[in-house]
Structure formats: structure tokens, C-alpha cells
């Protein structure tokens, strides 16, 4: 080396400490003895003694050294696209003087080896630092940099900064004997570009310099032309102002990213992170990273507070990835805190496109756009934030504008990313308890901000993120439409095929979610203590709960996605403490553990948070609340019978085909636990007062309330007979009858007499044809029916029952349930 480099990178590595991906980048180099070069973008002094100073530390060959190769020597270093001038700097002459002389004695020496290492180096792209409030104005974008700016880049980045190896390019898989020289060499080169502009939009995203370009083909778009051409109808007047109309919308809908705002906004974000929550636990993160290198990424979390697409940008800006664009209702387009969101990458669409030709074409137009141009987008596909803590249904909008974009145009494979939000506390927490209790959502505004600004001084918990299980769209596409690929869609076709396709993907989001669920302290106690009709358990028996259910967890594994937590039984009760969701009362005979009133009402979100992971032993545990003893078969029979509804409720993972086997496997994990007993074909209860017993019961009571729901819909349907009420009279009524089940019986859960629930359970009896609506409008059913309400007499208490069929019956019809 020479003595000037040696002082210089002394000097340099004072303030230059990039974060090195992967972490042992030594390993890419595993196994082999072939030479190697690096391969950087652009050059730079900088950026070789970067290069120079990881790979010392990491024992790789140093890139100011020479190699010997095939009879010629160079340096290691190889840059793509060399730089003139001081001040103001430009690209000189494209490619590598130094890669074509190597490649030339490859082809001499008959494809001699010789591996090609990638690596990029983004100043101020760290993922693991903090920024100052001045390194936002010199870090990693897509303008190249002059010399003046490197220098002030690399003073203030130095430490903020992401270098990242890729997988050695062998030049033997490129190169062969009597290969014509400059044909290999372009090859050589266009591979290394691309995958340097793949990785650049994966780390920084796509080139944010033409906004007023894609605006531009947003509105020149033919859908939107022939939406224009319509409403003009000739008249060059309204054709201009039609013209206007459509940039005005396009303006209002996208997103203008900018890294100086969003590198204040990420610091800010880490303090009120820091502030308001004990931590941030994300899981699964190296998925990510896996399919950002060839993928266009489209994230669809689950919604459950307007935290939730703060925080995934953060933890993807953190992970050193691009931020995505977030679709956000224009609810939020709110004067300051609007343009901010915009800023950050949030482009905003109406609540609804009905009777909007214009707006609808200008929309999908813009979806196409920033889709075939690389953009990661985000969107919540269940159209608005739960309100119970179950996962809603999945909204077909967005997902359909995505499939039939990426049909149109299939440049960048497209991968959807299910995402998993676990809260122990809602900033909403009050918000959704009044809205579910009837009253009307508040309208977000400014003032509304500055009243939330009192959650800095409240306290919540820490949050979890679970990133899920990829779902490749071309795999859906191939499955449903082999041939799609030659098939070519015009602007604004819908065609049949296309629907079942987004149903299939919404159901898999949904379930892929539910599979990378977070189960977390709060959530496990909350499930147990809801059990008990009073919301209070004593200490004892309330840790020989909290043990059991995190045991079974372990032993009916719903998906190895499932993260759950190693605390103790005493560690998650002392946490709920702290967090002031419980209280404990002193005794004699062993302190009691409760939740107040309000507490359970909110703690409801948190059991229904991960309600479908206990489903299937719960239901087991159900069918003996009120009898000791069943036949194996039958009691597969039951859950079996049941499972097709709870399934549309819970978003299970299980086909319909498999429950026979899942419910085996549920029922030996109560064996095992010693909560159930075999006794040759049946299967019994422990004895009445025991503590196994009672563990059972307790498991079972979560899902009692699904079933009286159920049981109450099936109870109206007989008590006003076939063909007598609609859709929409149905629902109001289970509605009523469920609020004043919930008044006399204390049932402490807004979610009992959710509309929503019950518009699913009857969309599930007409999917399985148990109910049809005839020609007027109204609901017939058969005998099937009565056999399900039958059934229900083996599970639900007697006295439930009783109350249920009093609301509901005054006439014939009482002696068929």
C-alpha cells in the first residue's frame, strides 16, 4: 500500500465507521481460493478507504493491494462509472477500462476464475444509527454527488453509514474460451449495473427526481385520456378543464418523498418511540432483506392504531431498505401534519371512487405508475383500523388495483409482506371503546393532534412487529390463470378470473398475519383472566392458568411464525401491574388478582389479538363445559360442524379438509397437559372441583361468547321462519338482541354486539348454502339449521339458552331448540 494511503485511512477511520451487511461478510468468500476484485458504483477516495478499513477488519483481501491474474496485474478496486470535476460533479465515460482488461485475459486463459464482489457504500443510510439534525442535508440519494459535497458527506456521515457485501458474480459463469471480447464485456457490465440499481432502490428506493415526469404519465395514461376525451365530449374548453381537473387529482393523491424530512422525522419518531413505549421487538426482519434484492415489496399489515404505518417505516428505513409508500385515507391530508405524511412517503385516496370515473382512472394510473417504476408500496387491506382487536375482513380495492396493474405491466416480480402488530396499550384504547359502544368516530384534525400529545406523559408497554411469510403473486397468478402472462389487459378491463384470484390473495394475507402473530404479555393475561365471569382470579390460580395456556401455545403450535413470550407467570402478572390494566387485593387466604370494569372492556382487544391461536383446543374445552363425557368421533363431529364459521371469524389457517387431523392433534395437547383424559373411544373431563377440571373450563369459557353469538343469529332465523326476513333486518336484529344479552348478563366486551360479527357469520351460512336469499330479498333455510341450533344444546349452558330464546321467542317455533 502506498505510505499516502496509509495515512490517509489512519486519518479517515477516526470518523468513518460504516454498519457492515452481512455481518460476516468473510463467509461470501468461504471455500474458495479463486482471486477476487471489488466492484463499487462509483469511485471515490472515500469510499476505497472504507472498503479498505472493513475488509482488514474482517480478513478479506484488501482492495488497495494488487492481484496477479492470467498474466497481467491490477488492483482489486474495479468501479462501474467513473466521475469528473471538483465543484460540480458529473459522470465521465461509462464503464471500466480495468474490468475489460480482465476480462480479455479471462477469455485468453480460458475462463480462468476470478469472482466479482458487489459492494455498495450509502453514506447516512445506516440502519442502526441515530441522525443528527445536520447529516440530513449530506447523505445517500440518487444525484451524484461533487467532490465538495463527498467531503461534507463523509464528515458528518461517518458513522451513519450502511456498506453492504453481495454474493460474488464468478466470472467463469459469464466468460468462456473464444468468447468475442466486447460481447462479454457489456454482458459483465450490464449485469453489475443492474444489480446495483437493484440494490440502490432497495436501500435509498427509486429515483424521487421526476415526480413531475411520473405526474405527468399518470395524467397521459390512455385510461385516463379516454376518461378525459369522455367528459369532454369534443368541446376543447371542457377538454382542458377536465385535462386540469385530472392533474389537480394526481397532485392530490401522490406522495413527494423527501430524505431531509424524513431524516428529522425518523429522530423525532425515535424519541417519541423512547418516551411512550419500553421497547420495539421486531421479528422475522431477515425476510426483508431477502425478497428486496429481485422483488417489488408491497407490505399489508394488519391496522390496528394510526401508530402502525409510522412505525413499519421506521423499522424499514432502520433496516436500511426503502420506504414505502404508504396509502393513507385522506382523512389524514390535514393541514401540517398532511403535507409531513406526504413527505414521508404517504399518498392519499378517497373513502370512496363511487361515481368518480375520473378519480377512479387517475388512481389506478398512479398505482401502475409508481409499481412499474419499483416504488414499495403499503396499504391495509382491511380498509380501516379494528376496533375489537380481531382482524377485519380483507377490502378487495387496493389489492385489485395491484393485481390488475402487474398484469398490465409484470417488469418487477411482486411480493406481498404480511406484517404483525402486538400492542400492550392503544393510544385509541378510549376512542374505540366509545365508538364501539355506539358513538360516532371523532374526525381527525389538528386540535385533535395537540389533545393526543398527553400520551408523551402515559405509559405504553412495549410493541411487537412480526414480519410474515412472504406471498410471491406470480404463484397465485400461475396457480389460478396458467396462461396469464399472454394475456393482454386493456386499460380498465376487470375480467372474471381476475376476482377469485383476489379473494384467494386476501384470504392468504389475512391468514398469513394471524400465522406471524405476536403473543404478548398483556394478551396472554387477558385472555385468562376474561374467562371468569368477574374479571378476578385468585394469584394462584390465576399463575397455573397463565402456565397452562402458555404451555399449550408450545405444544398445538399454530405457526412457527408465532412469537411467544419466555416470562413467568409472576413476571407477566407483575407487568400488568405496572402497566395498571390490573390490581390485587390483599387476603388471608391468597391475594386476588382483578380487572376493573373499564380495564376489561379494553383488555377485550388484547385477548382477541390472539384468540385464534387457542381456537381450536378452546372449542374442545367448550364441548365439555356442560357434559363429562364424549365419543372421539363426535366430538370431532362438533368441532368440525362449528369450524367453518369460526374459521370466516378468526381467519384460521386450517382448509375445512384438515380440522379432522388438527383436532386430533389440539386433543392430544390437552392430554398431555393432564386436562383431559382418554378412556378407550371417549374422551372425558377430570372430576368436578378438581384443578385440571377447572383449568379446562376456564380454557373453553373464550369461546363462548362466538358460539352465543352463532346460537343467537340461528334462534332469530327459527323464531321468524323461512323467507320472512333480509339480509340487513337479520343483522339490526342480532344486533339489538346481542346489546341487551350483554346488559342483563354483564358480558363486558363491546365486540359481543359488533354488527360486523354477525355480517360475517351470516355471509358464512350463505356461502355454505345453509341460507339462500330468494327473489324477493329475503332469507330462506331448510331442516340443516335446527341441527346446528341442536347442537349448541351440548355446549352452551341452559340458562344462556333460556335468556337467548326468551329475546327472541314468543311463539311457535320455541320446541325445535
Not at 461509462?94 to 482488461?101: A, C, D, F, P, V
Not at 418511540?273 to 417489488?296: F, K, P, S
Not at 396469464?484 to 392468504?508: C, K, M, N, S
Not at 359488533?754 to 336469499?773: H, M, N, P, T, Y
Request: net charge positive.
Amino acid at each position: 500500500m502506498r505510505p499516502w494511503y496509509w495515512l490517509a485511512g489512519k486519518i479517515f477511520g477516526v470518523w468513518a465507521r460504516p454498519v457492515v451487511q452481512p455481518d460476516a461478510p468473510a463467509e461470501l468468500l468461504a471455500g474458495t481460493t479463486a482471486p477476487v476484485c471489488y466492484v463499487l458504483e462509483t469511485g471515490g477516495l472515500a469510499d476505497t478507504l472504507t472498503l479498505e478499513r472493513i475488509c482488514q477488519q474482517h480478513k478479506l483481501p484488501r482492495p488497495t493491494e494488487s492481484i496477479e491474474y492470467c498474466g497481467i496485474s491490477e488492483r482489486r478496486i474495479i468501479v462501474l462509472k467513473s466521475t469528473q470535476g471538483f465543484i460540480l460533479r458529473r459522470l465521465g465515460p461509462q464503464g471500466s477500462e480495468r474490468l475489460k482488461r480482465l476480462i480479455d485475459a479471462s477469455i485468453e486463459a480460458g475462463g480462468k476464475e476470478l469472482l466479482l464482489v458487489p459492494v455498495g457504500i450509502y453514506w447516512g443510510r445506516s440502519p442502526k444509527k441515530d441522525h443528527s439534525w445536520l447529516t440530513v442535508l449530506f447523505s445517500e440519494h440518487w444525484d451524484v454527488a461533487g467532490r465538495t459535497r463527498k467531503f461534507f458527506t463523509t464528515l458528518f456521515q461517518g458513522r451513519n453509514t450502511l456498506l453492504r457485501f453481495s454474493e460474488p458474480l464468478p466470472l467463469s459463469t459469464i466468460v468462456h474460451n473464444g468468447q468475442v471480447s466486447e460481447m462479454a464485456y457489456r454482458k459483465v457490465s450490464r449485469i453489475l449495473r443492474v444489480h446495483f440499481r437493484q440494490r440502490r432502490v432497495a436501500t435509498v428506493g427509486p429515483d424521487l427526481s421526476h415526480r413531475r415526469t411520473l405526474l405527468s404519465a399518470v395524467v397521459d395514461d390512455p385510461s385516463v385520456r379516454a376518461v378525459i376525451d369522455a367528459e369532454a365530449d369534443g368541446d376543447r374548453v371542457k377538454l382542458e378543464r377536465a385535462t386540469q381537473k385530472a392533474r389537480s387529482q394526481a397532485q392530490e393523491i401522490a406522495a413527494h418523498i423527501s430524505y431531509p424530512t424524513v431524516r428529522v422525522v425518523e429522530r423525532f419518531l425515535g424519541w417519541v418511540w423512547n418516551r411512550i413505549y419500553d421497547g420495539l421487538e421486531v421479528q422475522h426482519v431477515e425476510t426483508l432483506h431477502e425478497v428486496a434484492r429481485d422483488n417489488e415489496i408491497v407490505y399489508v399489515p394488519c391496522h390496528r392504531s394510526h401508530v402502525d404505518y409510522l412505525l413499519l417505516s421506521y423499522i424499514v428505513y432502520h433496516e436500511g431498505l426503502s420506504l414505502p409508500h404508504v396509502a393513507a385515507g385522506v382523512n389524514l391530508n390535514i393541514p401540517v401534519v398532511g403535507g409531513i405524511l406526504r413527505r414521508g412517503g404517504a399518498f392519499y385516496l378517497r373513502r370512496s371512487f363511487k361515481g368518480n370515473r375520473l378519480y377512479t382512472a387517475v388512481f389506478n394510473s398512479y398505482m401502475r405508475q409508481i409499481l412499474a417504476r419499483g416504488h414499495a408500496v403499503e396499504y391495509f387491506v382491511e380498509g380501516g383500523r379494528s376496533r375489537t382487536g380481531r382482524l377485519l375482513a380483507p377490502k378487495a380495492g387496493m389489492l385489485a388495483m395491484t393485481v390488475r396493474a402487474y398484469v398490465r405491466n409484470p417488469r418487477i416480480p411482486v411480493v406481498f409482506v404480511p406484517v404483525y402488530f402486538g400492542y400492550e396499550r392503544l393510544i385509541e384504547g378510549n376512542s374505540f371503546i366509545s365508538e364501539m359502544g355506539g358513538a360516532k368516530k371523532q374526525k381527525e384534525s389538528l386540535l385533535g393532534l395537540f389533545r393526543s400529545i398527553k400520551a408523551l406523559r402515559e405509559h405504553f408497554g412495549k410493541v411487537y412487529v412480526n414480519i410474515g411469510r412472504p406471498i410471491r403473486l406470480n404463484d397465485i397468478l400461475d396457480q389460478h390463470r396458467p396462461g396469464w402472462r399472454e394475456f393482454e389487459l386493456a386499460a380498465g378491463e376487470r375480467p372474471a378470473w381476475i376476482g377469485a384470484i383476489i379473494d384467494d390473495l386476501g384470504g392468504r394475507i389475512m391468514g398469513e398475519i394471524n400465522s406471524a402473530a405476536a403473543v404478548t404479555p398483556i394478551s396472554l393475561l387477558a385472555y385468562t383472566l376474561l374467562s371468569t365471569p368477574k374479571q378476578s382470579m385468585g394469584d394462584k390460580e390465576l399463575r397455573a392458568q397463565i402456565n397452562l395456556s402458555n404451555r399449550l401455545l408450545r405444544r398445538f403450535r399454530y405457526s412457527d411464525q408465532v412469537t411467544i413470550p419466555d416470562w413467568s407467570a409472576d413476571e407477566i402478572i407483575d407487568h400488568g401491574e405496572k402497566l395498571k390494566v390490573i390490581s390485587r387485593t390483599a387476603h388471608p387466604l391468597g391475594d386476588v388478582v382483578s380487572m376493573s370494569e373499564r380495564d376489561a372492556v379494553l383488555m377485550t382487544y388484547f385477548r382477541n389479538n390472539i384468540q385464534h391461536l387457542f381456537a381450536v383446543p378452546a372449542s374442545i374445552a367448550c364441548c365439555f363445559i356442560q357434559g363429562r363425557r364424549l365419543e372421539h368421533s363426535e366430538l370431532q363431529r362438533l368441532v368440525g360442524m362449528i369450524y367453518p364459521f369460526m374459521r370466516k371469524e378468526l381467519h384460521l389457517q386450517w382448509p375445512e379438509e384438515d380440522i379432522g387431523a388438527v383436532t386430533t392433534a389440539a386433543i392430544d395437547a390437552l392430554i398431555d397437559e393432564e386436562i383431559l383424559i382418554r378412556d378407550g373411544d371417549f374422551l372425558v373431563r377430570p372430576p368436578t372441583g378438581s384443578a385440571p377440571a377447572f383449568q379446562l373450563m376456564m380454557l373453553g369459557q373464550s369461546m363462548v361468547p362466538m358460539l352465543q353469538r352463532f346460537y343467537l343469529v340461528i334462534a332469530l332465523l327459527v323464531r321468524n321462519e323461512s323467507g320472512t326476513l333480509s339480509r340487513a333486518k337479520l343483522e339490526g336484529l342480532c344486533q339489538k338482541s346481542a346489546q341487551r344479552l350483554a346488559m342483563i348478563y354483564g358480558l363486558a366486551s363491546p365486540d359481543f354486539f359488533d354488527k360486523a360479527l354477525f355480517q360475517d357469520f351470516i355471509r358464512a351460512l350463505r356461502e355454505r348454502d345453509v341460507v339462500r336469499r330468494n327473489d324477493a330479498g329475503f332469507l330462506e333455510f331448510g331442516s340443516e339449521i335446527n341441527r346446528i341450533g341442536e347442537d349448541a344444546r351440548l355446549v352452551l349452558g341452559e340458562e344462556i339458552r333460556h335468556s337467548i330464546l326468551s329475546l327472541t321467542f314468543s311463539g311457535p317455533g320455541f320446541e325445535r331448540l
